[in-house]
Nanobody
Framework: QVQLVESGGALVQAGGSLRLSCAAS????????MGWFRQAPGKEREFVAG????????YYAESVKGRYTISRDNSKSTVSLQMNSLKPEDTAVYYC????????????????????WGQGTQVTVSS
């Protein structure tokens, strides 16, 4: 079991930056791919970024590539999402998620492949 708690969401102006954090509890965090997803009002949840269990590989949605950076600290059981050059279209509830499969060798981009989810944190980007 993995419990996840996100923090760091806020209201920010376009062009600004935010750093989201996700704190995990449970003893399998460092064996799982971690992902960030987001859901905007009236839209489906979408994959944003993911990182393999060792932190050696990352994967990003095209819409955030070059602006967002995912990282993890297995010693602290945390995963972070640094978001720069924010745009109004980045406005959404952001969710941290842990892969259902341990030691998956690549980042999963489908939400169905993640078994554990946080409660979400709101990011609002004003124009």
């Amino acid at each position: 079991q993995v419990q996840l708690v996100e923090s760091g969401g806020a209201l920010v102006q376009a062009g600004g930056s935010l750093r989201l954090s996700c704190a995990a509890s449970g003893d399998t965090f460092n064996r799982r791919v971690m992902g960030w997803f987001r859901q905007a009002p009236g839209k489906e949840r979408e994959f944003v970024a993911g990182i393999t269990s060792s932190g050696g590989n990352t994967y990003y949605a095209e819409s955030v590539k070059g602006r967002y950076t995912i990282s993890r600290d297995n010693s602290k059981s945390t995963v972070s999402l640094q978001m720069n050059s924010l745009k109004p279209e980045d406005t959404a509830v952001y969710y941290c998620a842990a892969d259902s499969t341990m030691y998956r060798g690549a980042v999963a981009t489908e939400g169905a492949q993640y078994a554990y989810w946080g409660q979400g944190t709101q990011v609002t980007v004003s124009s």
